[in-house]
């Protein structure tokens, strides 16, 4: 029996929930403590879990016995927490996006590869018994060879609800940063990496009104494209067209639908860890839900226990790597990268598709 792994939390805001509750229901993990910039935010999750909580930031990455951070702070902070935890010997498992450019996500990744230390990023939602198992009917040949995919996410965006949705329209924001990570990660998680894109980008409005309270009344400005159209090369062949949009109103489109030369799949919501698989074959005259060949439901956390399971075994690669996070960051920003320079932009980054779950694994199982 494998050890278990110790985790600290860093960032204690509205997804740590999740990961509070998720840590605890992995053997692997052992959640010890947290901390957040706000040290009154840290100390009341501290008490409602049970767990330590450190005076600072700092203090938690000092801590010998944390071996994982994981980083839920806000999007622009990630690279910055993620390498202070490398360079304080721990490693580290990142909230999406794992960075808001490739070259930030890049450092990240050599200041690991130099400690020899293992980075990880969210989303996990791929490991949810929805994605493996249109997974395995695309592995299985259900659709043939894979030719094409649709993805879209195309909302009206999030200020008519949100309490303060600024962060959606600031850099780092937008449709395709907050979102885009599940859908891209899904797609290469069932097509494989991507070797090239082009992008169509803009934004319907330059500002946006808040409607929720208790801002109700306040312009803000847009300072990010909040419509993203465009296409994608898969290395291993076979094309995705993507639309992720907070300028539209809502349209019964489907989340991810994968073509292949003998059928078409559609695949559930991306964002969530289980939904309905629906497979049309060449022949068949209906789509027709497939039963799930995994278990559908897991939490948020499965990511880290997989890569607490990596970090103990370094010949087993862990899924929800940063390698696959880099690479699907990449991938966002060359949508506005193309549409700026009128150009396919050829991607310097790469990952090896992750290897499938088992499917005989019990909940909140994973291959050891
Ligand atoms: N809220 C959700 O439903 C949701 C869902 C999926 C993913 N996420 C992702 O999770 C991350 C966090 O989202 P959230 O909704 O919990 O945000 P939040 O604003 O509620 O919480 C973030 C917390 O991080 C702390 N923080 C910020 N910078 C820090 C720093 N440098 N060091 C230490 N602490 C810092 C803040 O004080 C705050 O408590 C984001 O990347 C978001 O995209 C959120």
């Not at 930030?104 to 020899?116: I, P, W």
């Not at 493996?132 to 609800?161: N, Y």
């Not at 409005?205 to 993203?228: A, K, Y």
């Not at 030369?261 to 068949?284: Q, W, Y």
Request: aromatic share 8%; net charge neutral.
């Amino acid at each position: 029996m494998l050890r278990k792994v110790n985790v600290g939390i860093v960032g204690c805001g509205n997804i740590s929930d999740a990961y509070f509750l998720g840590s605890k229901k992995f053997d692997i993990l052992n959640l010890v403590a947290c901390a957040d910039l706000d040290p009154a935010r840290a100390r009341a999750k501290a008490a409602q879990y049970g767990i330590r909580a450190c005076a600072s930031v700092a203090d938690l990455l000092n801590d010998p016995e944390v071996e994982i951070v994981i980083n839920l702070t806000v999007p622009k902070a990630h690279a910055e927490v993620n390498t202070a935890a490398l360079h304080a010997g721990k490693h580290a498992y990142c909230e999406k996006p794992f960075a808001l450019n490739s070259a930030d996500g890049a450092a990240v990744l050599e200041l690991a590869k130099r400690k020899n230390l293992l980075v990880g990023s969210a989303p996990d939602t791929f490991l949810g018994g929805g994605i493996q198992t249109a997974r395995k009917a695309v592995d299985d040949g259900a659709i043939g060879r894979p030719v094409s995919a649709l993805a879209f996410m195309m909302c009206r965006g999030h200020e008519s609800w949100h309490p303060s949705p600024q962060f959606y329209y600031q850099k780092g924001g937008g449709p395709m940063f907050d979102m885009g990570p599940y859908y891209v990660t899904a797609l290469v998680n069932l097509f494989g990496p991507v070797s090239r894109v082009a992008g169509s980008t803009s934004a319907a409005f330059p500002e946006r009104l808040i409607t929720s309270q208790p801002l109700n009344g306040t312009l803000m400005p847009v300072e990010t494209p909040t419509h993203l159209t465009g296409t994608l090369d898969f290395t291993g062949g076979g094309t995705g067209t993507m639309v992720m949009s907070f300028d539209t109103w809502p349209y019964p489109l489907p989340f991810i639908v994968l073509f292949g030369t003998d059928g078409t799949l559609e695949v559930p919501d991306p964002n969530h860890f289980t939904g309905a698989v629906r497979l049309k074959r060449k022949d068949g005259t209906a789509y027709e839900e497939i039963p799930h060949s995994h278990l559908a439901e897991r939490s948020r956390g499965v990511g880290v226990a997989d890569m607490a399971y990596s970090i103990l075994r370094r010949d087993r690669a862990a899924r929800a790597s940063g390698e696959l996070a880099e690479h699907v960051v990449e991938i966002m920003e060359s949508f506005e990268k193309s549409s700026t320079t009128g150009r396919h932009v050829t991607l310097k980054t790469s990952c090896a598709r992750p290897a499938a779950l088992p499917v005989n694994l019990g909940p909140n199982e994973l291959d050891s």
